[in-house]
Each structure stands twice: as structure tokens, then as C-alpha cells.
């Protein structure tokens, strides 16, 4: 699947977001949790994504079935601003 640069940054994005699943972005953009691992492989600069991949391994938000909570999730008061979902606000 071939991405432009709008639809990496936001996944890009997603993927750095806590709450943010991965089946989130699957849902979004088609792309599987190791589709996202090798992308961010591939667009970040190896500090960065050593970085990032420890801060997600074992993060329990990033995954919609090890989440304890179904409703009443966090949103950013800047979440209404980002424009670049391929999903339609609800």
C-alpha cells in the first residue's frame, strides 16, 4: 500500500498517541500492528524509534483488548482540531 505524506504523519501520529490503538489505525488506514512497527522503522530515525517502541511494548492502551475501559475514554481538548482522519467525525 503505497501511503501519501499526510497519511504517514497521521499514522505517524496515532501511533505516538497512548490511547490511540493500533486497531484504531488498522480501522483507519489498513495498515496491521507490524505494518505500523515497520513503518515507523522506516521513517524515524533509529533513536527515536527505540524510543517510541519502548514506550508502546506492553502499553495496554494500544491494544483494544487489553483495555479495562470501554466508555468514557480521555479526549484531548485539541482532538476536534486534527482534520485528517479518513473516518468521518460522529
Do not use: Y
Amino acid at each position: 500500500m503505497k501511503l501519501d505524506a499526510v497519511a504517514t504523519d497521521r499514522i505517524i501520529e496515532m501511533a505516538w498517541e497512548d490511547r490511540t490503538t493500533f486497531e484504531a489505525i488498522e480501522l483507519q488506514f489498513g495498515l496491521k500492528e507490524q505494518e505500523v512497527i515497520n513503518l515507523m522503522r522506516k521513517e524515524m530515525k533509529p533513536s527515536s524509534f527505540r524510543m517510541w517502541r519502548k514506550r508502546v511494548q506492553g502499553r495496554k492502551t494500544k491494544h483494544q483488548k487489553l483495555r479495562t475501559f470501554e466508555k468514557g475514554r480521555f479526549k484531548c481538548t485539541r482532538q476536534k482540531t486534527i482534520s485528517n482522519n479518513s473516518i468521518a467525525k460522529r
